[in-house]
């Protein structure tokens, strides 16, 4: 057994003082990386290598208006709320003129309807009858805010001798005060970078600044048990009877480069903003027959057609429409915009110089049409500007997956 007069330990322990004297920066000049095992128990069996790790916060250094660094969003700046001070906007009045939807078109679209579905037969279609055409309008109220969300963090990334433009040639600017346009109005995008002024060069906590870590495999030892014999080195040509190889992992060093500071044992930290812009859409669609009864048809198909749009508006921030010949959209924008405005208000900006919210009604021509075919009775709906069908109840089809003739 050698066990006893092979001592690897002592191999990786004399490199570590001897790199020092070349580094500008040990800050814990003749410490190691930390300590090496005296005894020798086995090494790590599952060796994971090490991952970066983030500095520890408290050691950071303090900006005014950055107090919250932790990446949860920042409080607008009180500017916002004088935005939100402006008179409303002169009503207009909303006229609607939907083209109404002809027999002929409900019952050509029905056709194109038909021949678009094998399940179908078009008989019905041609020969039906019609009872009655009930023309009705579909409104589709949507509404948009554009909002701007900033937050902060420390972030760090190992210093090569870059240039810092530390707290020494400039003031903090305020997370607000900073420029930021997104690409595109409306459109959601994030963008970081670095605050001006907050960078300083900070020795590597996890290394402390020594550029190397003990090794993860050999636990610094810069040896690991030979697996061919056991470590017990009888008869083995692998290790020549050693009972130990040179660890794969630091080739016999015992550390290995430090992965958080890229082996430069310092760090440069500096506070990162974040700004998010985000689109937040809400929609109201609402469709009636006899004044009361909302029709059988899906608000998700109204949604998919093209309509007219009788009002649009962009602005800083949108009021609720109140003058709309159709109560249920001005309740639903009232709804809406007071929802949005709780919901985003809190922590978000307006984008001060331009439009932030914009809403709009269209109005989807919708016609519902009650005919008969062979003694069968059926109603269905033709709607939006692209005569698109919708009709569950058509009489002649199948469920087998063949055309009817
Ligand atoms: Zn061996
Ligand atoms: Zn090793
Ligand atoms: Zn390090």
């Not at 490199?15 to 070349?22: A, K, L, N, V």
């Not at 009972?243 to 430069?264: D, Q, Y």
């Not at 008969?372 to 009775?377: D, E, F, H, T, V």
Request: hydrophobic letters at 25%; aromatic letters at 10%; charged letters at 20%.
């Amino acid at each position: 057994m050698f066990h006893g007069s092979f001592q690897p330990q002592r191999q990786g322990q004399t490199q570590f003082p001897c790199t020092h004297g070349q580094q500008s920066y040990p800050p814990n000049e003749g410490q190691q990386p930390s300590r090496v095992p005296d005894d020798n128990p086995d090494e790590n069996p599952d060796p994971q290598p090490p991952s970066p790790s983030v500095p520890p916060l408290e050691e950071m250094d303090q900006f005014s208006g950055y107090e919250n660094v932790d990446g949860t969003p920042l409080q607008p700046p009180p500017s916002y709320n004088e935005a939100l001070r402006l008179p409303p906007p002169q009503s207009q009045a909303i006229t609607t003129t939907v083209p109404v939807i002809s027999e002929e078109q409900a019952r050509s679209a029905l056709l194109d309807h038909v021949s678009h579905n094998c399940c179908f037969g078009s008989k019905a279609a041609k020969k039906m009858k019609f009872t009655n055409i009930f023309r009705l309008s579909a409104f589709h109220y949507s509404l948009e805010s554009y909002t701007e969300k900033r937050s902060a963090k420390w972030d760090y990334e190992p210093y090569h001798d870059q240039v810092i433009g530390g707290s020494f040639n400039g003031s903090v600017p305020s997370p607000w005060d900073i420029e930021a346009r997104p690409p595109a109005l409306f459109q959601s995008n994030t963008e970081t970078m670095e605050v001006p002024h907050t960078a300083s060069i900070k020795p590597c906590h996890d290394c402390i600044g020594l550029s190397r870590k003990r090794c993860y495999k050999c636990g610094g030892r810069g040896m690991t048990r030979c697996k061919w014999c056991n470590g017990n080195g009888y008869d083995c040509t692998f290790c020549h009877g050693y009972g130990k190889k040179r660890c794969s992992v630091c080739k016999g060093h015992g550390h290995t480069a430090c992965n958080t500071c890229n082996a430069r044992g310092k760090l440069k930290c500096f506070i990162r903003l974040t700004i998010e812009w985000n689109v937040h859409h809400d929609d109201y669609v609402d469709h009636v027959e006899h004044v009361v009864e909302r029709t059988s048809l899906p608000d998700e198909l109204i949604r998919t057609v093209s309509g007219e749009t009788v009002f649009k508006q962009e602005l800083p921030r949108v009021w609720p429409i109140n003058h709309f010949p159709h109560e249920n959209i001005n309740e639903a924008s009232k709804n809406l915009v007071q929802r949005h405005l709780n919901d985003f208000q809190a922590t978000q900006k307006s984008l001060l110089n331009n439009f932030f919210q914009r809403q709009k009604i269209r109005v989807i021509p919708v016609a519902s049409i009650y005919s008969n075919w062979n003694n069968n009775s059926f109603s269905y709906f033709v709607y939006g500007f692209e005569h698109k069908v919708h009709a569950p109840d058509y009489p002649q089809q199948c469920s087998c997956g063949c055309t009817l003739l």
